[in-house]
């Protein structure tokens, strides 16, 4: 299978090249992808070109019948549809057999914020979506990059207008309840999607009836809460062992994480723009309760 070899080596530099991928992102959907084409040989498929989704769901089978994880074969999943769908642009392959491969099932029994290394993971496939140029794509990378980095409600979110936001210092100027206002801030990944989203992507939605609003739907009107709903939880679709959350649960997750960081009560509570420090103190609970699971699980005298 030397030409799907060659390939793969094509894909493999367009995420290190073009879309600028982590290595470790790259090295895990190459080995994805060599673990694809090590099962299409197996199977006696004789090259990508003709791959059916049969074969697709049949590799995917197989990783959970030898016990690889359900977020580890989500991701294989993800790899497959992102490699195919840049073969089909790019005019290797003449067809996306992937279109309707899906991951495999969730665990429904899970807290409701994401942790650490969840919430990094569903920000590397919401930069992966992106891969296909789509500006809604692009959108929904920006504006989930912004809730998870601000704690902003989504709300505060869509109201956003193009001037609220200030990229050279990573600042956001927020309404919140009661018209009050806040500036809040957000680091560069956040940044670094919003730039994006403005450069390349907004301007492709931009109409009569856009007015100064940041994000756009696709038929170029300010963006609704649904939207954004949808967009998360396309992707936490494919994070099966993440909980189900809406945008709301970003925000819980940017506190509780800030907190398990050292931030103090204080500070969480300027930045999500709660009038009681009472209503903050909630997260220092979910923070205690997550230290007191991991402690009773790990601890020989717990």
């Known amino acids: ?46 090259g990508l070109s003709d791959v059916r989704l049969a074969e697709l769901r049949s590799w995917l089978a197989s990783q959970g019948d030898a016990g690889v994880t359900r977020s580890t074969v989500s991701r294989r999943a993800a790899a497959a549809r992102t490699f195919f769908r840049w073969a089909v642009r790019t005019g290797r392959l003449p067809r996306d057999p992937s279109v309707r491969l899906v991951a495999p099932g969730r665990d429904k029994h899970l807290p409701g914020v994401l ?17 296909d140029a789509d500006p809604v794509a692009v959108r929904d990378r920006a504006a989930l990059e912004l809730l998870y980095a601000s704690g902003m409600r989504v709300g505060e979110l869509t109201g956003l207008d193009v001037d609220d936001v200030d990229l050279s210092v990573g600042t956001a100027r927020v309404l919140g309840k009661g018209d009050k206002e806040r500036i809040v801030p957000f680091g560069s990944p956040a940044a670094d999607a919003l730039a994006t989203w403005l450069r390349t992507a907004r301007p492709q939605l931009v109409t009569a009836e856009s007015g100064p609003a940041l994000f756009l739907g696709r038929r170029g009107r300010r963006v609704d809460q649904r939207q954004v709903r949808s967009a998360l939880q396309r992707l936490l679709e494919h994070l099966p062992d993440a909980p189900h959350l809406g945008p709301h649960g970003l925000r819980h997750s940017a506190a509780t994480h800030l907190l398990e960081g050292g931030a103090d009560l204080r500070t969480v509570q300027e930045l999500l723009g709660h009038s009681s420090l009472a209503t903050t103190q909630i997260y220092t609970h979910v923070s205690v309760d997550r230290l007191r699971a991991a402690y009773e699980q790990a601890h020989p005298r717990a």
Do not use: C, I, P, W
């Open 1 to 46: 299978m030397s030409a799907d070899t060659e390939t793969l080596v094509a894909f493999e530099q367009h995420l290190l090249v073009e879309k600028g991928r982590s290595a470790n992102t790259v090295r895990a959907y190459v080995g994805d992808l060599r673990s694809l084409l090590s099962h299409l040989e197996a199977q006696g498929v004789q």
């Open 115 to 131: 942790r650490q290394g969840q919430a990094a993971e569903l920000m590397d496939l919401a930069a992966v979506a992106t891969d």
